[in-house]
Structures are given as C-alpha cells and as structure tokens.
C-alpha cells in the first residue's frame, strides 16, 4: 500500500512538473513572444498599420491633389524636349516645366499629402512602396535649383532665394508620408536646396533681409529627428509587421510564400529552416525585426550626435545573429540554414541611415549659421566676431556640430567668412573644403562678401 503511495506521489509530481515545463514553454515560444512585443508597442500607443502612421487628413490641409497634377504636368513638359535638351535646364526648358513649377509651388503650401493609396494599401502590401514620385520629387528640385540659377543672371537674387526656399519646403514635405527610403529622398532634395542656395546664388551676393529671414525661417523649420523616427517607426510597420502579415496571409490562400522568398534570396537558394518551419521561421525573423527597431528608435531618439560606437557594435551583434547558421553548394542550388536570413538583408541599411541624418543635420546647422551671419550684417553692418553675438536675436542657439558634439565652427575673414562642420572624418582640419566631405576634410561654407 504504501509502495503505491509514493508511486502515486511521483506520478502527480511528474505530471505536475510536465505541465508548468509546457506552460513555462509556452510562455516563452517564439509566438507568445511575438504577441507580448505586439501588446507592449500597443500599450505606449506606437503604431502598428500604415493608418496610424498617415491619418486621413481635412481636405483643407492636403495637397495630394496639386501633387498629382504637378507629376502630371511634368511628365507632359518632359515629353515635349527630347532628354538630351531637357537635362541643360535651359530657360526653354525651365519655360516648358513652368506650370507643372507652378503647380508645386500650389501643392508645397499645403502642409500634408497622401500619394499611398490606403485602400490598396490595406489589401496589396507593394501598393505602399512610393517610389514613382521620388523621381519626380528630385526632377522638381533640379529644375528650382536651375531656375535660381536663371534668376541670378538676370540679378534677382530675391527671386533666386525663394526658389531656393521651394526646396526646402518641398524637401520637409515630403516626411508626410515617412519610409526610410523617403527619408533619403528628402535628404536628396534637401541638399540641392540647402547646398545650392549658398553655392549657387548666396556665397557672392547679397539678398534682402526678408529673403534671408524666409530661408533661414523654412530651413530651420524641418525637424529633421522627428521625420528620422517618424521613418524608423513606419519601416517597422512596413517590414517589422504588415510584410510578415502579407506573407502568412499568403500561405493561408496557399500561394507560394517561398517563391517571394527567392526573389529576395535568388531562385537557386533554398533555405531549409523555412521549409521545415515556416511558421517559426517567419515568427523568429519579425520578432529579431522588431526589438532591432526598438533599439534603433531608441538610438535616434537621443538625437545627433548619434553615439555611433553603441550603433556599430549592436549592429555588429545582430549582424553575427543573422548570419548564425551554414550553407553550401549542389551544383547551381544552394542549401542553407540560416533561421534569421531575412534579418541580415537589412542590417547594413540602418547604420547608413544614421550616417544620412547625421549628414543632413550637418548641413542644415552650417547653413543656418551662414544665412544668420548675413541676416546680422545686413542689419548691423559688419559680421560679428563670436557666433553667440547671433543668439537670441538670429539664432535660438549656436548650432553642435553633429560630428563631435561641439559648437560649428566660425572664421571672420578680412572679406567675408567660413563656417563649417568637421565632417565625416570627426576631425577639425581648419575650415579646409573639400567635396566629399561625409568622408573625409570639412563641410565648409564661404561668403565672398
């Protein structure tokens, strides 16, 4: 009797000990983890469709429509000159672009667009890729910076100044609908804005007060760390959540999930730990997905200058993770087990990412101190000797460098001045310009006057 007492103690021990094994396990699946990540950016109010991420907008305040016509204008404009004659931006040219020109200028005054379709976008998870615009975006800015170019020789700077100033507006609405690829394109546009009204029209001539204060006013209106973390939080939708929702929604209606696969990998790859299990393996890619995203916004949301050593080295550790498993070659086929394949595709993206913001913040704080330089000798007569003579009347603050973490760089010169960032290189090399400055030398602005 007593024998099957303690047989039974054991068996309720076992059973019991079974049972908190698969709950505990349970807990801690890939799956339920999925879920407890989703819950926890439901919680802090985070977005999780491309609807919270781009509302719906009062029809007063889009310019959706002005867009459209604009693109469609300048396709009309570019259909009319053979492309040989149209890359000269010529005043012919600058002639034919001059209604879709006019129509932008309509469109960049309304504070919000919505070129993705959301109806499509709820059901077709390519519909959301807005790529055809982005070349349209940077055509128009080409053709204002050409048309400031055209204003100069007729000598009105003025004129030359606030096509200027339409690019960089158009370059801050364009963070209305954010991806980490529209980001980019803003930062193209951006640059020809910022870039060009210095180099082009300003280094050597000298525009109104008002010119100055409407640039100054548009270039430091685009918060450039609000639209970087406004694109990181929409990539994780689009390719933390919505991608891997769209690919089991597929293989619920039985179509081939792996064939989509292989147009991101090659059709000669196969990749066992998804044929195996693709549920597990869709569910371990977007979980490594979506805690790299929170670490990303996490780095963004400290502002520049970013801490780049933490960046590389978490970067280098996912890296590592993605990059776990092996493969090998049966003739033109290749096998392999890599459980987090679809991780290691966009890796080297996101630390690129940073260096373009950092870029851009660069540029826009030397040429927020180049135009607040100008605006404080047209109005006293000479340039200060320290840039804290420009605060708070012309600046809020005297601008970091997003390279080291210092003040911008300032030289009164006998005529004129520089300003400049140390660059990519994170060493001051004195003010000495060079192109490639992202890389190498300095990010330097001189005024000849």
Same mark, same amino acid.
């Given at each position: ?7 039974g103690i ?12 698969t ?15 989703i819950?926890?950016?439901k ?7 491309w ?7 009062p ?7 002005? #867009? ?16 040989? /004659?149209? !890359?000269? *931006? ?6 034919? /672009?001059?209604p879709?020109l ?18 499509k976008a ?24 050409? $048309?400031a ?5 007729? %000598? @009105?700077?003025?004129k ?7 690019i ?6 364009? %963070?209305d609908e ?21 180099s ?5 001539? $000298? ?13 430091? /209106? ?10 990181l ?6 390719? %933390?959540i ?9 293989q ?7 064939a989509?696969?292989? /147009? ?23 979980l490594? =997905? ?5 670490? =990303?916004?996490?780095?963004?949301k400290?502002?520049?200058p +970013?801490?780049?050593?933490? =960046?590389?080295? #978490? ?17 033109r ?6 459980p ?10 996101y ?11 660069? =540029? ?6 180049a135009?607040?330089?100008?605006? #404080?000798r047209?109005e006293?007569?000479?340039y200060? @000797?320290?840039l804290?003579?420009l605060?708070p009347?012309?600046?809020p603050?005297v601008?970091?460098?997003? +390279?080291?973490g210092?003040p !911008?760089? *300032? ?24 192109? @490639? ?13």
């Amino acid at each position: 009797m007593r024998k099957w007492i303690l047989v039974g103690i054991f068996v309720v021990v076992f059973v019991s000990f079974v049972a908190v094994l698969t709950v505990s396990a349970r807990r801690n699946s890939p799956y339920q983890r999925l879920q407890a990540e989703i819950e926890r950016l439901k919680r802090e109010g985070e977005p999780l469709s491309w609807s919270e991420i781009a509302p719906p907008v009062p029809k007063h305040l889009d310019g959706t429509s002005l #867009y459209r016509r604009a693109f469609a204008q300048l396709e009309d404009a570019q259909k009319k000159v053979p492309p040989n /004659a149209w !890359i000269t *931006y010529s005043p012919q040219v600058l002639q034919t /672009a001059g209604p879709a020109l006019q129509t932008l200028r309509k469109a960049v005054e309304f504070p919000h667009m919505r070129l993705i379709d959301r109806e499509k976008a709820a059901t077709n998870f390519w519909s959301m890729m807005p790529f055809p615009q982005f070349s349209h975006f940077r055509e128009f800015a080409r053709l204002l910076c050409a $048309e400031a170019e055209f204003h100069k020789r007729q %000598g @009105d700077i003025d004129k030359a100044v606030e096509s200027c100033t339409v690019i960089l507006k158009l370059a801050r609405r364009i %963070g209305d609908e954010p991806f980490l690829i529209s980001f980019l394109v803003q930062r193209v546009v951006f640059n020809i804005g910022a870039a060009r009204s210095w180099s082009v029209v300003l280094s050597d001539s $000298e525009a109104s007060t008002n010119a100055y204060r409407n640039v100054l006013r548009e270039l430091q /209106a685009w918060d450039i760390d609000r639209d970087f973390i406004r694109a990181l939080k929409a990539e994780r939708v689009f390719t %933390g959540i919505q991608f891997f929702d769209w690919l089991r929604k597929m293989q619920k209606k039985e179509q081939s999930v792996l064939a989509n696969l292989r /147009a991101l990998f090659g059709a000669d790859q196969i990749e066992l730990s998804f044929l195996l299990s693709p549920n597990g393996y869709l569910t371990g890619n977007q979980l490594l =997905l979506l805690s790299c995203y929170r670490q =990303l916004i996490a780095f963004a949301k400290k502002g520049a200058p +970013y801490d780049f050593q933490a =960046l590389r080295n #978490y970067l280098a550790q996912l890296q590592r993770k993605a990059n776990q498993g092996w493969e090998f070659s049966i003739g033109r086929r290749k096998v392999s087990w890599r459980p987090y394949a679809l991780v290691s595709i966009l890796v080297p993206v996101y630390q690129s990412s940073f260096e373009v913001a950092t870029q851009t913040h660069a =540029l826009q704080r030397v040429t927020e101190v180049a135009l607040a330089l100008r605006l #404080y000798r047209a109005e006293r007569g000479k340039y200060p @000797d320290h840039l804290q003579e420009l605060v708070p009347h012309y600046l809020p603050q005297v601008p970091i460098d997003p +390279y080291d973490g210092k003040p !911008i760089r *300032y030289r009164k010169l006998q005529k004129g001045f520089k300003v400049w960032s140390v660059g990519g290189n994170r060493k001051d090399d004195g003010g000495v310009k060079v192109r @490639d400055w992202w890389q190498r030398g300095d990010l330097v602005l001189e005024s000849k006057i």
